[in-house]
């Protein structure tokens, strides 16, 4: 059985035009080493030459919730539902030597708010029980087996990553409280 970094190094060596069938194979190795797997993604690393694995990720564990903005109407975010309710600015070196302030937040479950529109929610919720794929400015969903990326393309730089048990509960969540 091969490990995480055999797998790595598979897909640096794979072209670009992965057939479906490889990709299944790769996904599966790596499911089958899932804790090496947990291990490496955390550390910020990614299947290279993969389009969903383009970014890094990030594995969430627990729970998701979707909440509705305090500021604006019709815009929600999708969030851990347990959390520390801390927010914050953090100092982040830019490639050129400068540096900027990123804001954290600890309810994000990537490096930046997956959010959007109803609509957007609902463009999710119906993907993730579909198992397909939606894409918004602010919001991304892929399914791939038992596991979900989430992101924001507009601001992203890590996507999350959480189980499909997960991803159905928040699926059904957003249907409950937006599907009228």
Not at 22 to 36: G, K, M, P, Q, V
Not at 152 to 179: C, F, G, T, Y
């Amino acid at each position: 059985m091969a490990n995480v970094e055999d797998l790595n190094a598979t897909a640096r060596c794979e072209s670009m035009d992965l057939k479906q069938s490889e990709l299944d194979e790769l996904f599966d190795r790596a499911n089958d080493t899932w804790e090496s797997a947990k291990e490496y993604a955390t550390k910020g690393n990614w299947f290279p030459g993969l389009d969903r694995w383009s970014l890094p990720m990030v594995i969430v564990e627990g729970q998701l919730a979707l909440v509705k903005s305090d500021g604006m109407d019709n815009w929600f975010t999708i969030q851990k539902a347990e959390h520390s309710n801390l927010s914050y600015c953090h100092e982040v070196d830019d490639e050129e030597g400068g540096s900027y302030g990123s804001w954290i937040v600890s309810g994000r479950i990537s490096d930046a708010c997956v959010e959007g529109t109803a609509g957007d929610m609902l463009g999710i919720a119906r993907a993730i029980q579909k198992r397909t794929e939606y894409s918004a400015k602010r919001c991304e969903v892929s399914c791939y087996k038992s596991r979900v990326l989430f992101h924001s393309p507009r601001n992203s730089r890590v996507k999350a990553n959480v189980h499909m048990d997960v991803a159905l509960r928040l699926a059904v969540q957003i249907l409950q409280e937006l599907d009228k």
